[in-house]
């Protein structure tokens, strides 16, 4: 249930994503000499969107919405895989419930019986409710002379309200065929994401489907305190540099096109040349590089070492900047390079 809790949140961020950065949460601080080894850059053009959260908006009307979020964010364990369906009103949350795709089938089971429900309640001259077991969660349908005819969902073992969402008559029955849907849907996101030359493959689904409002953050590459990321949705492709500035504080760059990408991965190529150049300074030094709206600023002190500093043209303050190790730049700086085929890769395979 954490990523249920994690959605919850995530929800509430999701209208302002072209502001507000992914989070990527750095490890406990330490000198650059204890970071985690980094990884090699992949040989060949076929990538593989291996570390991912995937959130795709299925179904919306008035105060509803159902969502299916697929989260893969380590290369050692399984994705956790559910469906949110949340209740808002005024754009806040009043409540969020979790499912299996499994859940969502049985509660689409029920809420196709909404018009059986309605007919029996219609004329009770005092409030009616009937509930019904499905999957996790327990379906009421509720009618009142007063207040009318609603559908009340909520996870079984949780009465509060944060876990309940409330249906109309005509929304409950219109949510029905995309709760069918979703275990075929969850199928045709597996085959666009799966590597096309997988042995473990997902064989083609027939009925296909179209993303039309949905959001990728695919995790590029990184060890425990930076990584480099793409940011996919409907309208654009981008990309983002997360890590840390000089006090270990989280720190995102985005969003980066991928023609800035490339040119920020042609600049950490020099790193070496940079190194060689200052390494035997006795004096603090830097050099700033600029690259499109962003500066690489090679930096070496007696006292702190060699490092590498990314930052907008505007930052100017040096918390404000991204730091890298050397070994983090030389690292970083093939997946850069390669910006523009990592986005035509996965504008082909994730696409309307």
């Not at 570390?51 to 179904?59: A, C, M, R, V």
């Not at 994705?79 to 005024?90: C, E, F, S, T």
């Not at 995309?178 to 997988?198: E, G, T």
Request: aromatic share 10%.
């Amino acid at each position: 249930m954490i990523f249920g809790t994690l959605f919850v949140r995530f929800l509430f961020v999701s209208s302002v994503l072209a502001e507000v950065p992914p989070f990527i949460a750095p490890a406990a601080p330490a000198p650059p000499a204890a970071r985690a080894p980094v990884a090699p850059a992949p040989a060949a053009e076929e990538f593989t969107i291996d570390k991912y959260w995937f959130t795709w908006k299925l179904f919306t009307r008035e105060d509803v919405t159902l969502e299916l979020s697929k989260v893969h964010m380590s290369m050692t364990s399984r994705a956790v895989i559910d469906a949110h369906l949340v209740y808002a009103k005024n754009g806040k949350i009043k409540g969020c419930v979790t499912l299996t795709p499994k859940d969502a089938e049985d509660i689409g089971a029920v809420l196709a019986r909404t018009d059986e429900f309605w007919n029996a309640m219609k004329d009770s001259p005092r409030e009616v409710i009937r509930a019904v077991t499905a999957g996790c969660c327990v379906v009421r349908f509720v009618y009142s002379p007063a207040g009318g005819f609603s559908v009340l969902i909520n996870e079984a073992d949780k009465r509060v309200t944060l876990n309940t969402v409330i249906l109309d008559r005509d929304t409950a029955k219109a949510l029905v065929p995309y709760l069918h849907k979703v275990r075929k849907m969850l199928a045709f996101l597996d085959q666009k994401i799966a590597p096309s030359s997988s042995a473990a493959a997902p064989a083609p689904v027939a009925e296909k489907f179209t993303f039309d409002n949905y959001y990728l953050l695919w995790d590029v590459w990184g060890n425990k305190t930076s990584g480099l990321g793409v940011d996919k949705t409907q309208d654009a492709t981008f990309f983002w540099l997360g890590g840390d500035n000089c006090c270990t504080a989280p720190r995102v760059i985005r969003p980066i096109s991928p023609k800035d990408a490339e040119d920020i991965g042609a600049v950490l190529a020099r790193t070496d040349e940079f190194w060689n150049a200052m390494k035997s300074s006795a004096q603090p030094i830097n050099r700033d590089v600029p690259v499109a709206h962003y500066v690489v600023t090679f930096s070496s002190s007696p006292t702190y070492g060699f490092n590498v500093f990314i930052s907008t043209k505007d930052e100017t303050r040096l918390e404000d900047k991204l730091m890298l190790t050397r070994d983090e730049a030389k690292a970083l700086a093939p997946y850069m390079q390669k910006a523009r085929k990592m986005a035509a890769f996965v504008d082909q395979k994730i696409r309307p």
